[in-house]
């Protein structure tokens, strides 16, 4: 990506943030602050191109503004910068947060989210009521003329930022899933790490299945989005000082707190820190997605001054009881569950045989007729990306269903590792078969307790048995020292031959399909072995989707 592509791509990303005409002085003051020396005369250039691009439209003396084609560019131009954007746009709104609790003035860091029926918003309300949330504070516009309301709502990253106005920096690590037992916070089931992915982390949760807000009210057991920092354990009791000051004003959320080094919900916290888990401000919403309700949530978007906001409920019952410590066994991340089995990979690619490491994903046994049907079609139709090879296998437990097994992406990491090639898996991603192909989201491995392709499926971004517009598909990205790269395409060619999907083998210091290695490292991108299975879902089979789940010998594998 080249110097003046990276200066446009911040001038779309200033154009989005404004939403408005604006003139290019401004855009030159907002570039500097981000490191890049531009005068208003070459902010000018730049956007000319943009305009030339139909990235931009001019709006007369106002400026310009940004246009659909060029929201679209942002979102999927720059991926490999966009993983580390999300984490800075954190940092950005914390550090903007300015609300004092003690006056009750200042901005804060809001949600948005728009529903659409007076049925949805009787439910929202009785959520907030029920205290799972950060606050009952909100803004709501007007109904549209599709009965649409677009309500605003405190989101945790505030907390944050008032933590930092005190003094006390916090560090945002995880957004995932918390259970819930009996009211009390119990353990996190799911996190991904803040950093290194183009997905907000609870946003990459909220997805019909992943949540039961709505069990936690009934009977106080289920699973609600939170996320978890750490704080310097010097400023521990003067943080619950300030949160108990902000549960008096109405802004809550924290719902558990540890000592010095204490591991807490299945996370680990070293020595001189403390672990801090704060509710998810989208909390309510979620309930209303469980219902199938529609709904668009926008997490962690923007500031809003406090004193626009109103409570949406004079009564608030706070539910969640106070967390009981005690001993918890600490979550397993995906790549610690997974380099065992990467490591017991003994793929012999000349002989044709040794084991894999196979997805394995259940459906009803009365359905898997119709599941192979969608298989074979898609294999058809997707040969360079698909892989034909998969097997049958029995459920443990339960006689009415029936398990479909196929080649998961880490067993080319242990196909590389057995000949002595360093292969670290990176990113789970999104690919769109453009020309060239392109990742439009991506998930970094490290942080990850799920496999980040069980959220690309979870929340119905793939569409590979698209008949119309552009297909959408699972890819995985590996990491391997450029010393190895000859080493390395001797065996992707190997497992091409063997209908393995490898998509594209690239070169040191190349955006490999917009996503980029570290430095005297190369990328490998293969396809993910639930693309199968994605193909499934989106055909409206009920599939549970599993991911690395045990080795399978390749030899006993059958072809579509």
Request: aromatic share 8%.
């Amino acid at each position: 990506m080249s110097e003046s592509e990276r200066r446009m791509i911040e001038i779309l990303r200033i154009l989005n943030k404004e939403n408005k005409p604006t003139g290019s002085k401004l855009i030159a003051d907002e570039l500097r602050e981000k490191g890049f020396n531009l005068g208003e005369r070459a902010v000018r250039y730049h956007m000319q191109i943009l305009d030339e691009k139909g990235y931009t439209e001019r709006m007369g003396y106002s400026g310009r503004r940004i246009t659909e084609l060029g929201r679209e560019k942002l979102e999927k131009g720059l991926i490999y910068d966009q993983v580390d954007f999300i984490y800075s746009k954190f940092e950005e709104l914390i550090y903007l947060t300015n609300f004092n609790y003690m006056t009750r003035k200042g901005n804060v860091v809001v949600n948005t989210s728009t529903i659409y029926n007076e049925e949805s918003f009787n439910l929202i309300k009785s959520i907030f009521e029920s205290g799972l949330c950060v606050s009952p504070y909100v803004n709501i516009n007007g109904v549209g003329s599709d009965g649409s309301m677009e309500i605003k709502t405190i989101c945790g990253t505030t907390i944050d930022g008032i933590l930092l106005n005190e003094g006390i920096a916090s560090q945002p690590l995880y957004g995932g899933i918390l259970k819930i037992e009996d009211y009390h916070p119990a353990s996190f089931k799911e996190l991904i790490s803040y950093k290194k992915t183009s997905v907000t982390p609870l946003d990459a949760f909220i997805a019909p299945g992943m949540t039961s807000v709505l069990d936690v009210v009934d009977n106080g057991t289920g699973h609600i989005p939170a996320n978890f920092r750490l704080i310097p354990s010097v400023g521990k009791e003067k943080t619950e000082e300030i949160l108990s000051k902000l549960r008096k004003i109405g802004i809550g959320g924290a719902i558990a707190i540890s000592e010095d080094g204490e591991n807490i919900l299945g996370l680990p916290v070293h020595k001189g820190m403390i672990g801090l888990a704060i509710i998810g401000g989208v909390t309510p919403f979620c309930a209303v997605q469980e219902l199938g309700h529609d709904i668009d949530i926008k997490i962690g978007e923007e500031l809003e001054s406090f004193d626009r906001l109103k409570s949406i409920s004079q009564k608030v019952d706070y539910r969640l009881k106070e967390h009981e410590k005690i001993k918890e066994s600490n979550i397993p991340f995906i790549l610690s569950k997974s380099w065992n089995l990467i490591q017991q990979v003994s793929l012999d690619v000349e002989k044709e045989c040794g084991d894999i490491i196979a997805n394995i994903s259940y459906i009803k046994k009365d359905e898997l007729e119709d599941a192979m049907k969608i298989m074979e079609e898609c294999y058809k139709s997707n040969k360079k990306y698909l892989s034909p090879h998969f097997q049958i296998v029995s459920h443990p437990s339960d006689d009415e269903k029936i398990g479909i097994a196929t080649i998961c992406s880490l067993s080319v990491d242990g196909l590389l590792i057995k000949n002595g090639i360093k292969s670290t898996p990176k990113y789970g991603g999104l690919l769109e078969l453009t020309e060239p192909p392109l990742f439009i989201d991506l998930i970094s491995y490290n942080g990850s307790s799920i496999d980040p392709h069980k959220i690309f499926i979870a929340k119905d971004m793939t569409s590979i048995t698209a008949n119309s517009g552009l297909k959408r598909l699972l890819a995985s990205i590996k990491e391997i020292p450029y010393i190895a790269r000859d080493h390395s395409v001797y065996f992707m060619d190997k497992l091409e031959k063997l209908d393995l999907p490898i998509y594209k083998i690239g070169k040191p210091r190349e955006l490999t399909y917009n996503a980029k290695a570290d430095n005297y490292n190369f990328a490998i991108v293969t396809g993910s072995g639930l693309n199968a299975i994605a193909a499934i879902k989106e055909k409206g089979i009920d599939i549970e989707v599993k991911a690395d789940a045990k080795l399978m010998p390749f030899e006993k594998m059958d072809k579509l």
